[in-house]
């Protein structure tokens, strides 16, 4: 299912196209037409074996996303979501849909089926390499489930002209195949496909590690206008792994602790906190280096607590609910918010450790040096 499909109601894909209605919005009608014409339609088999609500956090309430998910940064990612699909249906809806009622009737494209047709782009549609990158829905391809292990990707084949993936290991009769839906963290993919790896699976994992310069700062107003320069904010936040962080990180902390003697060298530090540039980004400052650090897991320690609240408190939650339907999702959601929040505070207890271990082995460092100058002191006396 592609954009230059032809529509039931040519019309009003010539309405769209007129209006230049951007890729994702246009296929979302495209898929809300397709599904309301039911059986009539060539993707009837493919539409009706569709989720109605699939648990992606676009179908998730306000209240639920601050409930489970307050500790995690991904709740601010599902909120933007959210507030982009109910905008561009806004949009689409007062420079379209109001003019063209016999066309997209209120009853057929509105923001619920709105919401239903960009949950489902977001969970299945597929970008094809081979094609520049285009995206397209694959019916029945787009059902196979995800798993970390693999590292196979549906593509377009020019001689079988077909949507094809080969597998990266071989599989027994009647075992299941898995494909890849990329390389992301298991906040990503609760945000976009509903589910969350088992923990310590996924090698893509991270979580996002909230960064601020402090207002006190006397260099705050240079700091922020470097920062914006190179588009960031007084708050950032940048993905941790298992494995470390980026160096963009730690740009943004040098930045973050850097007095008013360095602001020679704000715009630097601005430009390599960014993803954006190709400025030399392993720079060090060995003489804010332990501030840096401190700073860092001072962030970390403070995200910790959140998560630990959150499941500490996780287990009395919702025991007031007593109509079984909505007890049931409360418990779902709540069980994926668990593990999503257990799985980014493991990342962080490991960053824990090792920032702890190089601020040991600075402060050891320099404590040797200390010992040793004074030493010499001693015998020059």
Not at 26 to 43: D, F, H, K, P, Q
Not at 240 to 256: D, F, H, K, N, R
Not at 284 to 300: G, K, T
Request: hydrophobic fraction near 35%; glycine fraction near 4%; charge should be neutral.
């Amino acid at each position: 299912m592609e954009l230059d499909q032809e529509w039931g109601c040519a019309e009003a894909g010539e309405v769209l196209k007129k209006n230049s209605v951007p890729d994702w919005p246009l296929l979302a009608i495209y898929l809300i037409s397709e599904a309301s014409l039911m059986g009539s339609s060539r993707w009837s088999n493919y539409i009706s074996a569709l989720p109605r609500q699939p648990y992606s956090l676009l179908y998730w309430t306000r209240a639920e996303l601050d409930r489970y998910l307050e500790a995690s940064q991904i709740r601010e990612r599902a909120i933007e979501r959210i507030t982009n699909v109910i905008g561009t249906y806004d949009d689409l809806r007062s420079r379209i849909f109001s003019k063209h009622p016999e066309l997209f009737p209120e009853e057929v494209f509105n923001l619920e089926t709105f919401k239903w047709s960009f949950g489902i782009l977001f969970s299945r549609l597929v970008r094809l390499p081979s094609m520049d990158g285009r995206v397209a829905l694959v019916p029945w391809a787009d059902m196979l489930n995800h798993s970390c292990e693999v590292e196979t990707f549906l593509d377009y084949d020019s001689s079988s002209r077909g949507i094809v993936f080969t597998t990266d290991r071989p599989y027994q009769a009647g075992e299941q195949v898995f494909i890849s839906y990329g390389r992301k963290s298991n906040g990503e993919l609760l945000l976009s496909y509903g589910f969350v790896p088992k923990e310590g699976t996924n090698p893509s994992d991270s979580v996002e590690l909230l960064l601020s310069l402090k207002k006190s700062d006397k260099s705050y107003s240079q700091k922020l206008e470097a920062l914006r320069k190179h588009g960031l904010s007084a708050s950032q936040c940048f993905p941790v792994q298992i494995t470390g962080w980026p160096v963009e990180l730690m740009a943004y902390a040098y930045l973050a602790v850097s007095p008013p003697s360095m602001s020679s060298q704000f715009e630097k530090l601005a430009a390599a906190a960014s993803n954006k540039t190709t400025t030399r980004k392993d720079m060090r400052f060995p003489e804010i280096e332990e501030q840096a650090l401190q700073y860092i897991l001072d962030s970390c320690e403070s995200s910790i607590s959140k998560y630990s609240k959150f499941l500490q408190e996780s287990g009395s939650m919702d025991l007031d609910v007593t109509s079984p339907k909505q007890l049931n999702r409360r418990l779902f959601l709540k069980q994926l918010a668990v593990d999503l929040c257990t799985s980014e505070r493991r990342i962080l207890f490991r960053a824990q450790y090792i920032l702890r271990r190089r601020l040991r082995d600075l402060r050891s460092g320099e404590l040797r040096a200390l010992t040793l100058f004074n030493g010499l002191r001693k015998l020059f006396k």
